[in-house]
């Protein structure tokens, strides 16, 4: 990778107005008891281009927080501008893996990506579509596994063409909450590394949920990491400015992985670590 | 297997792979014939024992000959089946079109589904046999009063599960619809139908069995049209009680047929997603 590439990647001067600006970004869902607060004062800029991850405990609101940007949840307070515009609703600019893959079962693996094509570009001929599918598939490795239902596929694969589906359509936001939560070790070194590369081609910006430290550290330009709910923000964004493409074994031998990830667990379990009265 | 299956038909090994599954039910349905035709015979009870369906000349004729036809009212049982399974087509076509419509609309619209969910629950309570005189009043004649029975009666297994059916497309799918944006027609097609099949089906799969009661029901209160309800009513108009159980004896072999179609199409339409 050059490095004129990653300069207007991170650099945010460079780049000029961010692709997605948080701004002073509140959430409460109302239940029986009044409004619960979820998220308070987020504030935050994202870049075209940008991968970054979100770290926190589970229940802090991760998810919410991207459903903001997808559009499933309207802030209760501040706004979520997209270049300047406010999100109003779900889009296919904004696609999201969704954390149980959400693939139809009825369908095969080829139907599944197709009909997010046809829903998004029905203009395009039957030819350019199929070649899309194809194209995408294979970016994942499935070509093999193009007509099997998703009912015969394994939860790898699956995850393999919930991302197909998701890139098919050529989102400007990719939204990906927990993907490889739910996989083996071996898989999710391999999906990990397949969507790296997969972002490096289309250069889609990435916003990405996960519960491991070094999976961000792996993939992310940024790790934001939030304080605990209720009413939680943004504590703390490392930058990972480890060179591209990244290699697993170089950058672990790097010294500033270990300084970034011990802040990242300090952060995580000592200053903002799991209080057990969630409950309350 | 190691060897390759022979052409011929092993009689030994069949026989120990079924033994499980045909020797208790043989037993089963055995031993309450045999119950039964010893009650009849002992005189236990009045009710003529399943023997008779053979050693009553008149029952073993209608038994051996399901296909004459003199004329009116005077047919064997498949002529009168045949009228009676028409009508059941009918009544459980209209109910099949209307349940499932109705059913769409109620489970996607919540407001839909407080304003007439009581009514539904209500009148599915109300017996095939409670129908007759409203739909004899409401139609004045037998044939479509008949086909309104059925309706009535089989459309809320249908229309239930439907709603239900489409309230439960899991929010992942309608999540995905939402973010691609996609048209009403395609959703329709594409995501509520398939997903809510299973249910349409459970609902086909129960009404058929009411259809065919409500039938019989509103033929025996409706007598002088032809079908198997009509026998039913006429052999008891003339005391021929061993007619009387074999019309009984044909009416659940019917529809257990019915039953066991409905349960291979659902199986098909399960296993063929
Ligand atoms: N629809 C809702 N109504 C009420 N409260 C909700 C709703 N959705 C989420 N919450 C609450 O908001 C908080 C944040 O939820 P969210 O799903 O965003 O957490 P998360 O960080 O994604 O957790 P996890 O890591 O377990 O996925 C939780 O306390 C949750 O109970
Ligand atoms: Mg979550």
């Not at chain 1, 993907?179 to 910006?205: M, R, S, V, Y």
């Not at chain 2, 029901?217 to 021929?240: C, H, K, L, R, S």
Request: glycine share 8%; aromatic share 10%.
């Amino acid at each position: 990778m050059t490095s004129t590439l990653r300069s207007d990647r991170s650099s945010p001067a460079a780049a000029g107005a961010p692709l997605l600006r948080f701004e002073q970004l509140g959430m409460a869902y109302p239940t029986p008891k009044g409004p619960y607060p979820v998220l308070e004062n987020v504030n935050l800029e994202v870049q075209a281009g940008e991968f970054v991850c979100l770290i926190g405990h589970s229940g802090c609101g991760k998810s919410t927080l991207l459903n903001t940007v997808s559009g499933f949840a309207k802030p209760t307070s501040g706004r979520v501008l997209l270049k300047g515009q406010p999100i109003q609703r779900p889009g296919p600019d904004r696609m999201v893996v969704f954390q149980g893959y959400a693939l139809l079962p009825w369908l095969s693996a080829y139907d599944n990506v197709h009909l997010a094509i046809d829903s998004v570009k029905p203009q395009l001929a039957e030819r350019e579509k199929r070649e899309i599918v194809m194209e995408h598939l294979e970016l994942v490795g499935l070509t093999q596994a193009a007509e099997k239902l998703i009912t015969q596929l394994s939860g790898g694969m699956k995850q393999r063409v919930a991302i197909a589906r998701a890139l098919a359509i050529r989102p400007e936001v990719l939204i990906l909450d927990e993907p490889f939560g739910a996989l083996d070790a071996i898989t999710k070194e391999e999906l990990q590394e397949e969507l790296l590369k997969i972002w490096n081609t289309q250069k889609c910006t990435v916003l990405m949920i996960t519960h491991d430290i070094d999976e961000a550290l792996f993939l992310a330009d940024r790790l934001v990491m939030m304080t605990n709910g209720p009413s939680a923000a943004i504590g703390e964004v490392l930058t990972i400015d480890f060179p591209r493409p990244r290699n697993r074994e170089d950058i672990m031998e790097d010294p500033r992985y270990y300084e970034l990830r011990n802040s990242a667990l300090d952060f995580l379990y000592n200053r903002f670590a799991h209080d057990h009265d969630e409950a309350g | 297997m190691t060897t390759a299956p022979s052409s011929g038909f092993n009689l030994a090994q069949w026989w120990k792979r079924s033994r499980k599954t045909i020797l208790p039910p043989l037993f089963g349905i055995g031993g309450f014939l045999l119950f039964w035709q010893l009650s009849a015979s002992l005189g236990l009870t009045k009710l003529s024992g399943p023997l008779s369906l053979w050693t009553e000349e008149r029952t073993r004729d209608l038994l051996l000959y399901p296909f004459f036809d003199r004329g009116g009212l005077d047919k064997g049982l498949f002529w009168h089946t045949l009228s009676s399974l028409s009508r059941v087509a009918l009544g459980y076509t209209l109910a099949a079109v209307v349940g499932i419509g109705v059913g769409i609309a109620v489970g996607l619209n919540q407001a839909l589904n407080r304003a007439f969910d009581p009514l539904f629950q209500f009148l599915r309570m109300v017996a095939p046999l409670a129908w007759v005189p409203i739909a004899l009043v409401m139609f004045q004649q037998n044939q479509p009063a008949a086909i309104f029975v059925i309706f009535i009666t089989s459309i809320w297994p249908i229309l239930i599960n439907t709603a239900e059916g489409v309230r439960q497309i899991p929010q992942d799918y309608r999540n995905v619809a939402l973010v691609l944006q996609m048209s009403k027609k395609r959703f329709f097609t594409k995501i509520l139908i398939p997903s809510a099949l299973p249910y349409i089906f459970t609902g086909l799969r129960i009404s058929i069995g009411l259809a065919w009661l409500a039938i019989i029901a509103a033929e025996i209160v409706m007598p002088g049209t032809p079908g198997i309800g009509f026998f039913i009513w006429d052999a008891n108009q003339n005391g021929y009680v061993s007619d009387i159980v074999l019309g009984v004896i044909w009416i659940g072999a019917i529809g257990l047929i019915l039953d066991r179609l409905m349960a291979w199409l659902q199986t098909r339409i399960a296993t063929g997603r």
